[in-house]
């Protein structure tokens, strides 16, 4: 099939790519001149692993080719998939369709008939049928469908070629049958296919968000809790998280979600629920973004006290910038947000990240970076862990507590081992975890109890 993909970010570049490279002519359109010859280059515009192959890969096919031009992308598809950005309005809670109004417009003069627009932004509720109407009398016969995304940043290729599921919010069988000829080797692989109408397409992406944003503040609440009571998050989560109606996945105490995604759909959902006049539904998400936002202010207090209640004349080793693993983004990073903090109340940050350096420098050129990790670790007072990046499990603490000041670690993402680095010496705390120096690891505890009882729970 042909089918243009307009919007070249993260989510339209992975779009792109991995729809060329399961046989389909694909035309990436987006407006910023620079960021089209970089692609057409070869070079994807975000870190994101395997993507800078799968670019190379399908550009060298001729099946993935760029432009600048809506009139140009009209005019080779009559499939557009709408990927552009809609981040929160500067004053609301709002987002801010700007974008995805902008691509409507623009294409509408140049459609052909039979055209189908497919939306992969995160948007309110109610948007296909509004751009829709907009489009009836502008464009008779163009059809509408919502088509939301589910990838995780850091793994956005693996997501779109082999995801967990496909949603389409569609209002006519034509509009499904493309739909179902874009994805057939994933409807053949056996990926589960919803075909709703567009207003149920819109709510999935933003409910899912919302509950797994629930989920994290929920164990971050319980870590506070934990630390007024003496008791191990860790622990908790692993029993809560035993339970088959509960889950393990998204149950790590830690510094709390960030990203482009999940702090402005929920904060979009709950805005567009006001106005619907279902917002005392979702009341609890304002809830869980109180919650959420509070990890990085307590992350701040628990650093003071670590150092005595000042951070004057410390110097502060920060591992992770990026707001996860797998990727150089740093927007809303509760990382950053916790280094700039620190700096800004008297601390000497240095901040080391394996992918994110570039961009957080240019977010914040205020702080120190450093391209290993013993020199950023280099004569601190604290260490914080704020980015779960697998190669931080990798660090040997024995020849780090040669290179610092005083050997204190922060895990503010509890993941990493606080055995090895006790028994080099240093001294561990973590959210959630007041007793963690005393305490026995969870593993042992759970195994302790296994043969305590039997197995019996």
Same mark, same amino acid.
Not at 35 to 38: D, L, P, Y
């Given at each position: 099939m042909r089918m243009t993909v307009i919007g070249t970010g993260y989510v339209g570049t992975a779009h792109a790519a991995c729809m060329a490279d399961i046989g389909h002519q694909v035309l990436g359109v987006d407006i910023d001149a620079d $960021?089209?010859?970089?692609l057409a280059a070869g070079r994807a515009p975000i870190h994101e692993d395997g993507l800078d192959e799968l670019l190379a890969r399908t550009l060298a096919s001729g099946r993935l080719r760029f432009s600048t031009?809506? +009139? @140009? =992308?009209?005019?080779?598809a009559r499939t557009h998939f709408v990927c552009v950005g809609t981040p929160q309005l500067p004053d609301s809670k709002? *987002? &801010?369709l700007r974008y995805v109004d902008a691509v409507v417009d623009g294409l509408a003069s140049h459609l052909r008939p039979g055209s189908l627009i497919v939306g992969k932004s995160t948007?309110?509720? =109610? #948007?296909?049928? $509004?751009?829709? @109407? $907009?489009?009836? &009398?502008? #464009?008779? =016969? #163009? @059809?509408? +469908?919502?088509?939301?995304e589910f990838l995780r940043e850091g793994a956005a290729v693996q997501d779109t070629m082999r995801p967990e599921r496909l949603v389409v919010g569609v209002t006519s069988r034509h509009a499904e049958g493309?739909? $179902?000829a874009v994805y057939a080797p994933m409807i053949l692989a056996g990926v589960p296919f919803f075909a709703t109408d567009p207003a149920t397409a819109e709510l999935v992406k933003v409910? *899912?968000?919302s509950f797994l944003a629930t989920k994290i503040s929920f164990i971050n609440a319980m870590a506070e809790v934990c630390d007024a009571a003496g008791a191990d998050v860790s622990l908790l989560a692993r029993a809560i998280g035993a339970d088959s109606r509960i889950g393990p996945r998204f149950l790590e105490p830690g510094l709390g979600f960030g990203g482009s995604c999940f702090p402005k759909d929920i904060r979009a959902f709950a805005a567009r629920a006001e106005e619907i006049g279902a917002g005392e539904a979702v009341v609890f998400l304002h809830e869980v973004d109180r919650i959420n936002t509070r990890q990085r202010q307590r992350t701040v207090d628990r650093a003071r006290g670590l150092l005595g209640g000042s951070f004057t004349g410390c110097r502060i080793a920060v591992l992770g910038a990026a707001f996860k693993p797998g990727s150089d983004d740093v927007r809303d990073s509760p990382a950053l947000v916790v280094a *700039? #903090?620190?700096q800004q109340q008297g601390a000497a940050v240095r901040v080391h990240d394996p992918e994110a350096i570039d961009t957080a420098r240019a977010v914040h050129p205020e702080l120190a970076y450093a391209l290993d990790v013993d020199k950023a670790c280099e004569d601190a007072d604290l260490v914080l862990h704020l980015t779960n990046w697998p190669q931080?499990? &990798?660090i040997d603490p024995a020849a780090l507590a040669e290179l610092v000041r005083s050997p204190v670690l922060f895990d503010a993402r509890n993941c990493l081992d606080p055995r090895s680095w006790s028994a080099a010496g240093w001294a561990v705390h973590a959210p959630g975890r007041p007793r963690l120096s005393q305490a026995i690891p969870a593993e042992d505890q759970v195994d302790r109890v296994a043969a305590l009882t039997g197995g019996a729970s």
């Open positions: $960021r089209i010859a970089s031009s809506l +009139a @140009e =992308g009209a005019a080779f709002a *987002a &801010d948007v309110p509720v =109610g #948007t296909a049928a $509004r751009i829709s @109407e $907009r489009l009836a &009398d502008m #464009t008779p =016969g #163009t @059809e509408v +469908a919502w088509n939301p493309v739909l $179902r409910a *899912a968000n *700039a #903090t620190l931080y499990q &990798d």
